[in-house]
């Protein structure tokens, strides 16, 4: 199996090259810059096709709550006549939404899954969208590292107190500005807010 390991990444000139490479696209077209690039007018069309997915997207997170509200994730415990709530065996029934959704719950997932992307596509402006995609390249670089290097599990033992960036560098082996970088990126577009408290 091919393993890449972290620094491999950093000292890489491919995160380098793909920052370059941005630089370059934003030069020799300038319409890719947010400063240059020219709004399109929207539609009544556009503005008809919002209200709709956003009913559309109401119902489907109605569906989802009464579809959470039916969710039962505990074990049933066996009777001692080897029984478990009606269903034969030594062991309780395990429930189902520990492994599968409902039917109901999959398609409304699904449908709020389709809208946003949609949703998305609607309001963005152009070149906010160009951008978007040429930068997912840091998403799942950030991604890879933070689960090559445990950081999820480094910063579950420390508990409520957390890790600062300096410590989180010392213990990933990883040096701090560098993951302070990768972090950011990774917290900003998945929106965590608590990037902020890794910031040194």
Avoid at 69 to 91: D, I, R
Wanted: net charge negative; glycine share 4%; with cysteine.
């Amino acid at each position: 199996m091919l393993r890449i390991e972290c620094d491999d990444i950093f000292n890489n000139p491919s995160a380098e090259l793909f920052a370059d490479n941005l630089k370059s696209v934003t030069a020799a077209h300038p319409s890719l810059n947010s400063t240059s690039m020219e709004r399109f007018p929207r539609t009544p069309e556009d503005a008809d096709k919002l209200l709709k997915l956003s009913d559309l997207l109401r119902d489907a997170a109605l569906t989802v709550k009464e579809e959470w509200a039916k969710e039962v994730f505990t074990e049933s415990s066996a009777n001692p006549n080897g029984k478990a709530n009606g269903n034969h065996g030594h062991h309780g029934h395990k429930a189902t939404a520990r492994i599968l959704p409902s039917r109901k719950l999959w398609d409304a997932e699904r449908t709020i899954e389709a809208i946003s992307g949609v949703l998305v596509e609607l309001v963005s402006e152009p070149h906010q969208r160009i951008q978007q995609v040429l930068t997912q390249y840091m998403e799942s670089r950030a991604l890879f590292i933070a689960a090559e290097r445990r950081i999820p599990d480094l910063l579950a033992e420390a508990g409520d107190e957390g890790l600062d960036i300096k410590t989180l560098g010392e213990k990933t082996n990883i040096e701090y500005r560098k993951l302070g970088t990768w972090l950011s990126q990774a917290f900003y577009s998945f929106n965590i807010s608590s990037a902020l408290e890794l910031l040194p």
